[in-house]
């Protein structure tokens, strides 16, 4: 009777909002939500590679220079054992990963070692990840004559869990290393992220199996709804994309112009959230009839979570999915911003 707001819990608007950044206190309400692997098709993948290379978004950055200027990928392949297998979660372009295996293929020559490191990048969409895979290997470190000598490289498509049932079953190797990095984990809720770190625990012994893990901080509020709704629209394309990439399997049932992106910075729950809304009423039915509900105009519809973790929250999941912390790396060279490497 008095008009809708305009917003979910408009009155918790943050002074953020002045700036075109939403962010809130508590999470709108929501009766439908889409897993956010469906982001990663190829243009996903795509999408998401431009996302890195954003000021905005910092992550990648952070990441990088852990693991390069801050030694992390040199001190890893120190320690890993020759022959070791290398698994890489989500692994993308590898533009950071290819950090670790130049540190690799530079140990294994210092090292003088004589098995390879075996490398298995895995990931959803097979077209990028063996154009990912082929440009990796035509650029082998300056310093390694002839070539890579020490990693092999091979791709797996999947999803995390076929990686990890994979990953389990290879009981000859020296050493299982998982790569989990790039704050994917930000991806599942905080129950999940403890369920998956003790699923892949599960995939060896505390002997013969490690994790190198990148996850982001509990950044100012700001700074983290601009890394994720950046002024180029590269985050609005990438979200919207995952309306394209559905419609290649299911035509025509969530239109893409029928819908607006609508992300958001949830700051006491530590979590970026995306939405897309619906600009009109939009009947959805599914060609099997098995879905059929109406969207009112204006209802959103879940897609992405990225949670942040403090680090007291981090020691706290790590021991309680039965893992033990080596190493942690931090990194704080933009005043506030933290983001950190655990293995
Ligand atoms: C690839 C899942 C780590 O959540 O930060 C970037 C994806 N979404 N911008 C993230 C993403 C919007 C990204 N992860």
Redesign the pocket.
Known sequence: PQGAPTEPNASQLDPAESAGRRTLSSSPTCRFALP?FL?YDARGLQL?EQ?THLAE?Y?TESEASLLDSGGAARAIANALPEGALVLELGCGSMRKTAILLRALETAGRERGLIQSFQFYALDLDRGELARSLTALEQHPPRTAAGGWNHVTFHGLVGTYDAGLAWLKRQDTVSHKLVLWL???L??LTRADASSMLAQIRACGTVENLSLVLGA?GRNNPATVAR??NDPHGV?RA??LNLLDHIGTHLPAVLPRDAFEFSPVYNQDMGR?E?YLRANRELRVRSPDGVVDVTLTRGELVHV?Y?YKWAMGDLFELVSRSQWQMAHVWTHEAQGPVKYRLLW
């Open positions: 956010a982001h998401f996302i978004y992550l790039g704050s994917s930000g991806n982001d890394a994720y985050s990438f979200a970026h995306v992405e990225s």
